[in-house]
Each structure stands twice: as structure tokens, then as C-alpha cells.
């Protein structure tokens, strides 16, 4: 797939006619929201089959990543590039800003999965009539504070923010800043991305307001208004005016708000007491909470460190010692020429004894696979391998041995007590093997540990075990 980052209002323009696809009205899903947090929560995009894939990942981990469930014309297709995009780098498939619903239909996809949310990113949504109105007991507290605020500053005025007023709010912000003690590092963050926007309003289809008492602006709000919804992306207010948020919020609603744009979001708390409890006071009618999946391999379920035990053999980790006769298992070119991976590709020219023995080690830490010796009567014999894992419960066996060990049945005892470890301590769905058409040694010793040939292409004969009909389908 080939992202582009979403770093200036036409990439957020170009994709959203995809974003105004999305039927759940969470804040991450607005322009304003995609610029303004651009460079701390980074996201990528990419339009393929007409269908929107959205990347978000970590600023300071390009490894820690995510996706958004794609939408448009080949959802389908993309869920499958997604996956595989994911594989190939042997990390968790991660789902965020999902709903409930859809939260468990993804769940349900794959063998192992988690559901969770983070209550500090839960949006608040609200009745637009009660914004505009205040009425009954519930809103007593804002009526009063709006009253005070008429009795102290007398008459005040809503503005619209055009092209002809908006240096004034501009100056409101420079002006904010220079006046106000930021208590930390993100508020001061969260200034600066609300001055970006301010300039990019127009471009990015927003709409603000301001409130004015005499001729001085003492409060503004800006936000995006999306299907029935008006999000509230930034409000500000100079505190030396009591009442000053009370009011913006109501003249915001009543100046942007009708019969059919009926709620406002306005967005998360992050987990800030004093926020939740003004947002909880505005009597929200939904709190919305945004859910993500983590879908992973059985690559999590392997425990180090593995010992599996057979009648003839062991299956053990590989150490240190094991480092020249695992050398002399990768270098053997014609005991490899069925191995299916030229070690040349990747090693360097001068190759030390433990080289190899590393190579395994780190092909455990990135989870690509988990590599164990094959141990006969204590002696270094072969390599036994758990890899080519996917989101469906799958698991790949392969196995190799030194010359002088081979046709003896070893390989054949090895797959049977690596069968029977996938299958009970790892809980695998389904268990396959492969193996190139000319390999009639390993054919013959795949059927014999239990395992059927389900397909064959032009150069691989694939096999799975006789557990489950399921097996039918090698790539399932």
C-alpha cells in the first residue's frame, strides 16, 4: 500500500467525501481534528479500489500503529491488504475508533482478539434544543451563571467569524496566549494547534463564532458541523469573565445549530478531572465511547522457554553451544536446496559461529518465528520451526536435520510432538506444512506424521493436519 501522510488541508479535503461515509460521528473523524493533531497522532491514507485506508500511528514509534476500518466501494479487499500489511511486519492487527457494534463484528473475524476502550477518549454528545435553550432544572447552574454575566457586563454580542473579522480572533489568541500560565506542556500544545487552525478555518469548511462585550472578544469557538452533528473542536473564554463559557457555549449551539443539525459533539475529556466534570455538567445524552480491537498471532501464546518432549527426542531453545552444528544445518547447500530460504541473501561475508544462532534470536523478537533445536539422545540434530502465523489461528510446522541424523524418523517423531504443542498448549485452528513438488523424502514424512495434501501450485505441495475438515482451504 502506498500511504500519503495527511499533513495540509488537501490531503483532509481530498479524503472527505470517504470521512462523511462513516456513520458513527466520533470528533477523530473532522477536518479539524485531522489537522490539528496531524503531528501528534500522525495519520496516513491510501485510495485503492476507490475504497479509503486509513494508517494512524505513534510520533515517536512509526512501529506502534493502527487502523481505522476502511469504507467505500471494496471494503472487503481492503480489510485483506490491511491484514497483510500487518503480517508482513509480524505485528498485532489493531482496529481503533470503532464503535461497539462494529468492535464485535471485527472481533469475530479472527481467532484471537481483544475489545477495549479508554474512557478518557469518549466523546460527549448532546441535545442541540438544551445547548440553545438551558430549560428545565438540569441547566439551572448555566442560567445563572449567564444571568451574572448580563448583570456584570451588561449586553454582549455574537459574532460569526468571515474572512473580514477573523484577524480580530486571531489577535484574541495571540492575545490569550501571552496572558495565561499554562500548566503543562499539552495545554500549551493544544494553544498552539487551536492558532493553526485558526488560519486554515475557511479551507478546512469550518465554522466560529465569537462573543464580544463592548468591543472586546472574550470568548471564541470553532468547529466543524458534519450530517445532524455541530463539533466543537476548540473553546476559549478569558476567565476575568464569569459566565463567559456558559454564554459561548448557548449562542454557538443557537447560531449553528436547527432542526436538523440536533447534537453537538464536543469532544473528549483526555482524562482531565476539571474537564470531565464541565462536560458532565452540561448533561450529556451520550457518552460515546470509541473501542479498538487488537487482533494477534499464536505467535503470543508460545511461552518461553519451550521444552517439548518426545519418546526419541526433545525439541529445546537453541543456546550458545548449539552455534557451530546450527552453522554447518544453515551452510550445507544441498541439504538445504528444499529449505526454501537462501541464508546468502541476508548474511554478511564473514559469518562467526553464533551469527545464525542471533539470526533465530531475532527472527523470535520481531515474531516472524519461533525456532527450536531438535535434540536426539542430547545431541544437536536439527531446527524445528513455528512460523508463518496469521490472524486466523494458522501456524506453519517446518523442520531440517544434519545428514547424519536424517532417515531415522526423527523428522517424523519432531512434526508429530510439534503437531501436538500447536494443538494443545497453543491452541491452533488449523496446522500446515509445505513442501516443493521434487521433495519426495519430505512428502512421505509429512503424510506420515498425520498431515493431508489439501492443494498444490506450480512449485509447493500443501499439506494440513487431519484435525478439523477446515483444513481444506490452506490460505483460511
Known amino acids: 500500500m502506498d500511504f500519503h501522510k495527511i499533513s495540509q488541508p488537501e490531503d483532509i479535503l481530498k479524503i472527505k467525501p470517504f470521512l462523511d461515509l462513516y456513520r458513527k460521528d466520533f470528533s477523530d473523524l473532522t477536518c479539524p481534528n485531522f489537522y490539528m493533531w496531524r503531528n501528534l497522532y500522525p495519520r496516513e491514507y491510501c485510495i485503492i479500489d476507490n475504497t479509503l485506508i486509513i494508517r494512524e500511528y505513534n510520533a515517536s514509534d512509526d512501529n506502534d500503529f493502527r487502523f481505522y476500518l476502511p469504507v467505500g466501494q471494496n471494503v472487503k479487499g481492503a480489510m485483506k491488504l490491511i491484514e497483510n500489511y500487518c503480517l508482513n511486519r509480524h505485528s498485532p492487527l489493531i482496529f481503533s475508533n470503532i464503535t461497539l457494534g462494529e468492535a464485535q463484528e471485527v472481533a469475530s473475524r479472527y481467532f484471537y482478539a481483544e475489545i477495549n476502550y479508554d474512557r478518557n477518549w469518549s466523546d460527549y454528545v448532546y441535545s442541540a434544543e438544551d445547548m440553545r435553550s438551558f430549560k428545565g432544572k438540569k441547566f439551572a447552574g448555566q442560567r445563572n451563571h449567564i444571568n451574572k454575566f448580563k ?14 473579522n477573523i484577524d480580530s480572533v486571531r489577535a484574541f489568541f495571540d492575545n490569550f496566549g501571552q496572558n495565561k500560565q499554562f500548566s503543562s506542556h499539552d495545554e500549551l500544545t493544544e494553544y498552539k494547534l487551536n492558532i493553526e487552525f485558526v488560519d486554515k478555518l475557511f479551507i478546512l469548511n469550518g465554522v466560529g463564532g465569537y462573543i464580544t462585550c463592548g468591543e472586546k472578544i472574550i470568548s471564541v469557538a470553532m468547529g466543524e458541523k458534519r450530517g445532524n452533528t455541530l463539533y466543537v473542536c476548540i473553546e476559549k ?69 519451550v521444552k517439548i518432549c518426545g519418546e526419541r527426542i526433545e525439541l ?52 516472524e518465528e519461533y525456532s527450536v533445536a531438535v535434540r536426539a539422545d542430547g545431541k544437536f540434530a536439527g531446527e524445528a520451526v513455528f512460523h508463518n502465523f496469521d490472524y486466523f489461528g494458522n501456524v506453519e510446522l517446518g523442520i ?41 523424502k519430505s ?34
Open 151 to 164: 448583570k456584570l457586563y451588561g449586553e454582549y454580542q455574537y459574532h460569526q467569524i468571515t474572512e473580514n
Open 237 to 305: 473564554a478569558n476567565r476575568e469573565y464569569q459566565g463567559a463559557y456558559q454564554v459561548m457555549v448557548q449562542e454557538f449551539a443557537k447560531h449553528n445549530t436547527d432542526d436538523e443539525v440536533c447534537f453537538i459533539n464536543r469532544e473528549e475529556d483526555m482524562g482531565k478531572e476539571g474537564l470531565r466534570t464541565s462536560k458532565l455538567q452540561y448533561q450529556p445524552i451520550e457518552i460515546k465511547n470509541k473501542y479498538w480491537v487488537t487482533a494477534d498471532t499464536l505467535f503470543r501464546k508460545i511461552s518461553s522457554p
Open 316 to 367: 529445546s531453545e537453541l543456546t550458545d553451544n548449539d552455534g557451530e552444528n546450527f552453522m554447518r544445518l544453515y551452510i550445507d547447500d544441498e541439504n538445504n536446496k528444499y529449505w526454501g530460504y537462501n541464508y546468502k541473501e541476508d548474511a554478511p561475508n564473514v559469518i562467526s559461529a553464533n551469527y545464525f544462532i542471533n539470526f533465530a534470536k531475532q527472527m523470535k523478537k520481531t515474531r
Open 400 to 440: 531440517r536435520l544434519l545428514p547424519e541424523f536424517q532417515g531415522k524418523g526423527f523428522a517424523t517423531d519432531a512434526v508429530k510432538i510439534m503437531t501436538d504443542y500447536a494443538k494443545t498448549t497453543i491452541g491452533a485452528k488449523n496446522i500446515k506444512m509445505k513442501c516443493f513438488h521434487q521433495n519426495e
Open 443 to 476: 512428502i512421505k514424512m509429512i503424510k506420515n506424521a498425520g498431515f493431508t495434501e489439501v492443494s498444490r501450485d506450480d512449485k509447493f505441495i500443501y499439506f494440513c493436519f487431519k484435525q478439523e475438515e477446515r483444513c481444506s482451504v490452506y490460505d483460511k
